[in-house]
């Protein structure tokens, strides 16, 4: 009797249950980002990830494994509530772009995919109050097909105005990291 067990017995995809996930969270000072139409020295980056660089920077490398869940959580420097009650304005994160380094230009973007989107991850907030604060998030998984290495990413970053003012759109210009490490 063999052993072996029969390749379409094997598990699909192999390292999707790595039990720790990371959290990359992100400060953004919204005064700052709005009056400069920039997050350069306006964001600060980090996460619980083990041997990563650039804590507390805006290019963080956070290492990860092929598999594993990745939780971007972006909220305002100042979250004082206000005296009516209410919070401030809060930055999201529209998308997450991962570039493709090996070109020579950073600013293209990837050919292959490296994550995949947990589009619904906890309690969907449909209905914000204004008395109650709300951080966004990102949530996605690295693919357990990723090579190991490192990739670079592009934060795409919707920053709500006082006032009711358009809502402003931000991109990193130095892009944080992902190290992919095999399972």
Do not use: F
Request: net charge negative; charged share 25%.
């Amino acid at each position: 009797m063999s052993t072996t067990p029969n390749p379409a017995e094997q598990k699909q995809n192999p390292g999707q249950l790595n039990s720790v996930q990371l959290n990359i969270v992100t400060l953004v000072n919204m005064e700052k980002a709005v009056a400069m139409g920039t997050l350069r020295d306006a964001m600060h980056m980090m996460d619980n990830s083990i041997g990563g660089e650039g804590q507390g920077t805006h290019k963080l490398e956070t290492v990860c494994k092929q598999g594993q869940v990745l939780n971007w959580i972006i909220r305002p420097i100042d979250m004082q509530k206000r005296l009516d009650g209410t919070w401030p304005p809060m930055p999201k994160i529209n998308n997450i772009v991962v570039l493709d380094i090996e070109k020579g230009d950073e600013d293209d973007v990837a050919e292959n995919k490296l994550l995949t989107e947990l589009k619904i991850y906890g309690g969907p907030d449909r209905m914000r109050s204004p008395m109650t604060p709300v951080y966004y998030y990102w949530a996605g998984v690295v693919l357990s097909t990723a090579k190991p290495g490192l990739y670079r990413y592009r934060l795409v970053v919707e920053l709500e105005q006082e006032g009711g003012k358009e809502r402003m759109y931000l991109n990193t210009e130095e892009h944080p990291a992902l190290r992919v490490v095999a399972v």
